[in-house]
C-alpha cells in the first residue's frame, strides 16, 4: 500500500508441478511466528538427503511477510487500510491479500497444490486445521503431520483446534475451500520458549518433507 514490495522466496524445483506455499506475518506484532517460519525453511534448505529429495520433486514457495507496512507502522492487526488481512481472504479488499492470492492462484495454473501453511503468534502453541472429515487431497495429510511432529519432539503435545465451523475470511480457509487442499495455521506461543520453537519448527518441516515425499504421486 506504500508501495513496498511482498518478497517470494521460490525454493525446490520451480518446474515441479507440485506446489506447497507458506506465508506468514499478516499480523504485525507475531514475532515468534515469523521465527517458526525462518526455522521452518532452515530445514527445507538444508543439505539433507531428505531436503534435497523434497527440494527437486516439489516447489516451494514463501511469502514470509505479508504486512510489511503494518510492522512498520508498529501497528497491532491491521495493514495501512485498516483492515485485518486475515479477514480479507473473502473480500480481498486489500492489495496485499489481492496480491497473495494472485500469487497462489497463479501456481494452481502451473501444477498442483499440495499443502498451505500460514504462521502466526498467540497466547499458546495450537495447529488450526481443517476437521478429519473434511475432503482434502492429499487425504490424511494433517493427522500424519501432527502425529509425527509430535512423534519427534518427545513431551510435546501439538495441541489441534479443528473447528467445523471455521472463519470464512481467513487464509486457511480460503485455501481449503478453494482448492481442496489441507490448510493449516500454524500459531507459536508468544513466550514459547525460542529452543522448543526451534526443535517444533524443525520437526514440522522434515515431517512435511517426508510426507510429501511419500504422498507426491497420490490422488
Ligand atoms: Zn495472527
Same mark, same amino acid.
Not at 511482498?6 to 507458506?22: A, F, M, T
Not at 517458526?36 to 534448505?45: D, G, H, K, T, Y
Not at 507459536?188 to 522434515?206: F, P, S, W, Y
Given at each position: 500500500?506504500?508501495?513496498?514490495?511482498?518478497?517470494?522466496?521460490?525454493?525446490?524445483?520451480?518446474?515441479?508441478?507440485?506446489?506447497?506455499?507458506?506465508?506468514?506475518?499478516?499480523? $504485525?506484532?507475531?514475532?515468534?511466528?515469523?521465527?517458526?517460519?525462518?526455522? !521452518?525453511?532452515?530445514?527445507?534448505?538444508?543439505?539433507?538427503?531428505?531436503?534435497?529429495?523434497?527440494?527437486?520433486?516439489?516447489?516451494?514457495?514463501?511469502?514470509?511477510?505479508?504486512? $510489511?507496512?503494518?510492522?512498520?507502522?508498529?501497528?497491532?492487526?491491521?495493514?495501512?487500510?485498516?483492515?485485518?488481512?486475515?479477514?480479507?481472504?473473502?473480500?480481498?479488499?486489500?492489495?496485499?491479500?489481492?496480491?497473495?492470492?494472485?500469487?497462489?492462484?497463479?501456481?494452481?495454473?502451473?501444477?498442483?497444490? !499440495?499443502?498451505?501453511?500460514?504462521?502466526?503468534?498467540?497466547?499458546?502453541?495450537? !495447529?488450526?486445521?481443517?476437521?478429519?472429515?473434511?475432503?482434502?487431497?492429499? $487425504?490424511?495429510?494433517?493427522?500424519?503431520?501432527?502425529?509425527?511432529?509430535?512423534?519427534?519432539?518427545?513431551?510435546?503435545?501439538?495441541?489441534?483446534?479443528?473447528?467445523?465451523?471455521?472463519?470464512?475470511?481467513?487464509?486457511?480457509?480460503?485455501?481449503?475451500?478453494?482448492?481442496?487442499?489441507?490448510?493449516?495455521?500454524?500459531?507459536?506461543?508468544?513466550?514459547?520458549?525460542?529452543?522448543?520453537?526451534?526443535?517444533?519448527?524443525?520437526?514440522?518441516?522434515?515431517?512435511?518433507?517426508?510426507?510429501?515425499?511419500?504422498?507426491?504421486?497420490?490422488?
Amino acid at each position: 500500500m506504500k508501495g513496498v514490495p511482498l518478497i517470494r522466496l521460490d525454493i525446490g524445483n520451480p518446474s515441479s508441478k507440485r506446489k506447497v506455499v507458506i506465508i506468514g506475518r499478516q499480523h $504485525p506484532p507475531e514475532t515468534t511466528g515469523s521465527m517458526a517460519l525462518m526455522r !521452518f525453511i532452515e530445514s527445507v534448505v538444508a543439505d539433507s538427503e531428505q531436503a534435497r529429495s523434497f527440494r527437486e520433486a516439489f516447489h516451494l514457495v514463501v511469502m514470509p511477510l505479508l504486512n $510489511p507496512d503494518g510492522v512498520d507502522a508498529g501497528h497491532w492487526r491491521h495493514n495501512l487500510g485498516h483492515v485485518d488481512l486475515n479477514r480479507d481472504w473473502n473480500a480481498f479488499a486489500q492489495p496485499e491479500t489481492r496480491a497473495v492470492r494472485d500469487q497462489i492462484l497463479a501456481l494452481k495454473e502451473q501444477g498442483r497444490l !499440495f499443502l498451505m501453511l500460514d504462521f502466526h503468534s498467540t497466547f499458546r502453541d495450537v !495447529f488450526y486445521t481443517q476437521p478429519d472429515e473434511a475432503a482434502s487431497s492429499p $487425504p490424511n495429510f494433517t493427522v500424519r503431520w501432527l502425529a509425527g511432529i509430535r512423534r519427534r519432539v518427545p513431551g510435546y503435545t501439538a495441541e489441534r483446534s479443528a473447528s467445523p465451523t471455521p472463519t470464512p475470511t481467513t487464509s486457511t480457509y480460503w485455501a481449503h475451500h478453494t482448492f481442496g487442499i489441507p490448510a493449516i495455521t500454524y500459531e507459536i506461543g508468544d513466550n514459547t520458549d525460542r529452543t522448543l520453537l526451534k526443535r517444533v519448527a524443525h520437526a514440522a518441516a522434515e515431517e512435511m518433507m517426508e510426507l510429501l515425499v511419500e504422498m507426491k504421486d497420490e490422488k
